[in-house]
């Protein structure tokens, strides 16, 4: 299945008709600006640039530049990863020593440019993203559905916080699917799964689709593409080892931790849409809910309390002041539980997957997975919008890191 029919099993929050579309037609469609922590700035043992890219996923583009350089990829750090099929801005580190290599790095639709020194930067060393985005195809209605769906969701809070498809894989949407088959243990069903699902029109399909049927690694080596380099890292060390938990766990950590977030991801989409199907507010807090902090608009996920019959009003009151959001779970072994309605619902989820908490804990090592709570709603910051005739709507936006502008615009269109 591709994303959109993935999509269709979640609900909408409104009810308004959406105004259809279509986004990414052209990458100058899709806009990200990476807004960083200040912090990032600090320091002297790195040079810190502004890349900008185009139609490039932010993990070959440092692979190339560092390549180009003559550097460690490991060397080059940033703090997100952005859409491929956009032009993005955000910013990488390298050593300081690195500066004139990286500099005189010239690649097709890949812009650098040194800001300062500074220092390492980790995953999540950011506050959030600007977007300008272009929907197309829209009719002369758009505008004013727009307005009506947006006026809707204000009143709902916001919208619904869904992990976007680049969580799960665009065209194979499979990633959670392999996440939840390590979490069991079934590495071998992973790997399958991970090298043989096949469709989508995509090169390497054909490859793909004898590995399926076959199982064939030697064959696999011959016909995979060398641009397929996880899947050929894979079959390599299952080669070597004939351990397909060890082939897993010879790939990059981000990659390896990528299946299991899909999994958790899948699963917060779960709870957002069935605590829509049945009814539960997703911005008032219920007795047994767990709330987030929010301060400038920005949810801080490592401060939650829980909701009690003693502070539920006083709760309710932060969320309608903006203070605080309800979360839902991101489900891993130190996660903190809901109670009362809203855990009932969360421990339904774990009884149909047929896992608890403890099962997070029991994957390999670098695999574990802590789990945490995240805002069940979107609140665009600085919306803005508005219809260009003969070419459609363009929208104008801030989240905060984690959050999919694809979601935002999902509500809008409602495409899947």
């Known amino acids: 299945m591709d994303h959109r029919e993935f999509f269709s099993q979640f609900r909408y929050l409104s009810k308004e008709p959406g105004i259809g579309g279509r986004i990414k037609v052209q990458p100058e469609d899709f806009v990200v600006i990476e807004d960083p922590l200040p912090s990032i700035f600090e320091g002297r043992k790195h040079a810190i640039f502004l890349l900008?890219?185009?139609?490039?996923?932010?993990?070959s583009a440092v692979k190339e530049i560092a390549k180009r350089a003559g550097i460690s990829y490991r060397d080059v750090s940033f703090a997100g990863t952005k859409d491929r099929h956009a032009v993005t801005y955000q910013y990488i580190s390298v050593p300081a020593g690195a500066r004139e290599a990286v500099e005189n790095v010239r690649i097709r639709d890949i812009e650098l440019r040194f800001v300062s020194y500074g220092r390492f930067i980790k995953l999540g060393h950011l506050l959030g993203n600007r977007f300008r985005i272009m929907v197309r195809d829209v009719d002369e209605n758009a505008f004013e559905r727009s307005?009506?769906?947006?006026?809707?969701?204000?009143?709902?809070?916001?919208?619904?916080?869904?992990?976007?498809?680049?969580?799960?894989?665009?065209?194979?949407?499979?990633?959670?699917?392999?996440?939840?088959?390590?979490?069991?243990?079934?590495?071998e069903g992973a790997a399958r799964l991970f090298l043989g699902a096949h469709g989508g029109g995509m090169e390497g399909d054909e490859a793909r689709r004898h590995f399926w049927e076959t199982g064939d690694v030697e064959k696999a080596l011959e016909e995979f593409p060398n641009f397929l380099r996880y899947?050929?890292?894979?079959?390599?060390?299952?080669?070597?080892?004939?351990?397909?938990?060890?082939?897993?766990?010879?790939?990059?950590?981000?990659?390896?931790?990528?299946f299991i977030h899909a999994y958790q991801s899948y699963l917060f989409n779960l709870y957002i849409s069935r605590r829509i199907e049945i009814g539960i507010p997703l911005n008032e807090a219920l007795v047994g809910d767990i709330v987030v902090q929010v301060k400038g608009g920005i949810p801080y996920r490592d401060r939650t309390y829980r909701v009690t019959e003693t502070n539920l009003d006083f709760v309710n009151e932060k969320i309608r002041r903006g203070e605080a959001m309800v979360s839902g779970p991101l489900f891993g072994f130190a996660m903190r539980r809901a109670r009362g309605l809203?855990?009932?619902?969360?421990?339904?989820?774990?009884e149909d997957e047929g896992i608890t908490l403890e099962t997070f804990r029991r994957l390999p090592k670098p695999m574990a997975e802590p789990g945490g709570r995240r805002e069940l709603l979107i609140r665009p910051l600085g919306l803005t919008y508005g219809h260009i005739p003969g070419t459609g709507m363009c929208f104008r936006f801030f989240l905060p890191k984690g959050v999919y502008a694809t979601s935002v615009l999902r509500e809008i269109m409602k495409d899947h």
């Open 52 to 59: 900008r890219k185009r139609n490039w996923d932010t993990m």
């Open 147 to 187: 307005r009506e769906i947006i006026r809707e969701l204000r009143g709902m809070g916001g919208f619904p916080n869904y992990f976007g498809y680049q969580r799960f894989g665009e065209r194979r949407v499979t990633n959670h699917l392999v996440g939840g088959l390590l979490l069991r243990g079934d590495f």
């Open 231 to 258: 899947e050929r890292t894979l079959l390599y060390r299952y080669k070597e080892t004939e351990s397909w938990r060890r082939a897993f766990l010879s790939l990059p950590l981000p990659i390896m931790r990528i």
């Open 342 to 350: 809203p855990g009932k619902l969360e421990e339904e989820i774990l």
